[in-house]
């Protein structure tokens, strides 16, 4: 088998991968993308209709605006977006390329695929979170009407859906297959919908909810899922309830386990890397991370806006080291 070499290797073809590409290209770096799926293959697998948060300005990255028909961007303009960004600047991105283990011998980074073998000096890891959700851990999870991603609300017409979750994605999902037409119970082990749910959503669902089209069980849990109905843990007792869906939207996290296999020091209960925060080195030399995996456990705290500088870090530090190398 060929061995295929480069000076840098990214992990992942998300936004934050794609501008540590953009920083290498700029510097005329020797660099590959290796993506398991698609281009942004997270955004890709958002749900189809998906408005972002933030706002486009925000979202954008290479001085290539992002223009949207509102403030707030669809899922389907950020994928025109960024595969724009990626063909303007040609970035160079080996698809359907999973990583399955990393080893480091002396100065050389030997990665292995499915199918090829890559050596490299420098290697970036940009992997995401949302390829792992957070499990309920319950009985009757393994079952087929177990979602725990949401696509669009036409399966669910007329269906009685259990929505898991009291954040964002919960609220999105229970709203948008209420109105489509599906009977939708929220199921929410806190006293009240999150907080920090979007200002535009908490209201609509709070009234939903209070005028009884939706119904909630607060400070309650799924105890098991059973073929035709739930079993619900509630502050009156067990509650049995008909259902034909759970859509379980509960967040997601890093993959842990392929983070520890390649060798990152995880700390404490929420698994946060070991990295140097001035260059975003992790434990192992010129082993890099980059994106929502510095966060660890908490998804929230990083997010594209505020890890768009993240590429520009990690190259600097990979430049000024191969500057001296070839000096």
């Given at each position: 088998?060929?061995?295929?070499?480069k000076?840098?290797i990214?992990?992942?073809?998300?936004?934050?991968?794609?501008?540590?590409?953009?920083?290498?290209?700029?510097?005329?770096?020797?660099?590959?993308?290796?993506?398991?799926?698609?281009?942004?293959?997270?955004?890709?697998?958002?749900?189809?209709?998906?408005?972002?948060?933030?706002?486009?300005?925000?979202?954008?990255?290479?001085?290539?605006?992002?223009?949207?028909?509102?403030?707030?961007?669809?899922?389907?303009?950020?994928?025109?977006?960024?595969?724009?960004?990626?063909?303007?600047?040609?970035?160079?991105?080996?698809?359907?390329?999973?990583?399955?283990?990393?080893?480091?011998?002396?100065?050389?980074?030997?990665?292995k695929?499915?199918?090829?073998?890559?050596h490299?000096?420098?290697?970036?890891?940009?992997?995401?979170?949302?390829?792992?959700?957070n499990?309920?851990d319950?009985?009757?999870?393994?079952?087929?009407?177990?979602?725990?991603?949401?696509?669009?609300?036409?399966?669910?017409?007329?269906?009685?859906?259990?929505?898991?979750g009291?954040?964002?994605?919960?609220?999105?999902?229970?709203l948008?297959?209420?109105?489509?037409?599906?009977?939708?119970?929220m199921?929410?082990?806190d006293?009240?919908?999150?907080?920090?749910?979007?200002?535009?959503?908490?209201?609509?669902?709070?009234?939903?909810?209070?005028?009884?089209?939706?119904?909630?069980?607060?400070?309650?849990?799924?105890?098991?899922?059973?073929?035709?109905?739930?079993?619900?843990?509630?502050?009156?007792?067990?509650?049995?309830?008909?259902?034909?869906?759970?859509?379980?939207?509960?967040?997601?996290?890093?993959?842990?386990?392929?983070?520890?296999?390649?060798?990152?020091?995880?700390?404490?209960?929420?698994?946060?890397?070991?990295?140097?925060?001035?260059?975003?080195?992790?434990?192992?030399?010129?082993?890099?991370?980059?994106?929502?995996?510095?966060?660890?456990q908490?998804?929230?705290k990083?997010?594209?806006e505020?890890?768009?500088?993240?590429?520009?870090?990690?190259?600097e530090d990979?430049?000024?080291?191969?500057?001296?190398?070839?000096?």
């Amino acid at each position: 088998m060929d061995i295929i070499k480069k000076d840098i290797i990214i992990i992942g073809a998300g936004p934050t991968g794609l501008v540590c590409a953009l920083e290498a290209a700029k510097r005329k770096l020797d660099y590959l993308i290796l993506e398991k799926g698609l281009l942004v293959n997270s955004i890709y697998n958002f749900p189809t209709n998906m408005t972002f948060f933030s706002t486009s300005q925000v979202l954008e990255i290479g001085n290539i605006p992002f223009i949207s028909h509102t403030d707030k961007p669809t899922r389907k303009e950020a994928l025109e977006y960024y595969r724009r960004v990626a063909e303007s600047y040609q970035l160079n991105i080996s698809f359907r390329q999973q990583v399955k283990s990393v080893k480091k011998e002396y100065f050389t980074f030997e990665i292995k695929t499915q199918d090829k073998t890559y050596h490299c000096h420098h290697l970036v890891v940009a992997t995401g979170y949302y390829d792992k959700p957070n499990l309920l851990d319950i009985p009757g999870e393994e079952r087929s009407k177990v979602k725990h991603y949401y696509d669009d609300a036409h399966p669910y017409i007329g269906q009685n859906v259990a929505i898991v979750g009291a954040a964002n994605s919960a609220c999105d999902v229970a709203l948008e297959t209420y109105y489509k037409g599906a009977k939708v119970t929220m199921i929410i082990k806190d006293e009240a919908i999150y907080e920090k749910v979007k200002y535009w959503i908490r209201p609509n669902i709070e009234n939903r909810i209070k005028e009884g089209n939706i119904k909630a069980y607060f400070n309650s849990q799924i105890k098991e899922i059973l073929e035709d109905h739930i079993i619900v843990q509630s502050p009156e007792g067990e509650i049995s309830l008909p259902n034909d869906y759970v859509l379980a939207m509960t967040g997601y996290r890093p993959d842990f386990a392929f983070l520890r296999s390649i060798g990152i020091e995880l700390e404490d209960q929420q698994n946060i890397p070991t990295y140097n925060s001035e260059s975003l080195e992790s434990n192992i030399a010129n082993m890099y991370l980059a994106g929502v995996i510095l966060g660890g456990q908490n998804t929230s705290k990083f997010y594209i806006e505020n890890t768009r500088h993240h590429g520009k870090i990690i190259m600097e530090d990979i430049d000024k080291k191969l500057s001296a190398r070839y000096a």
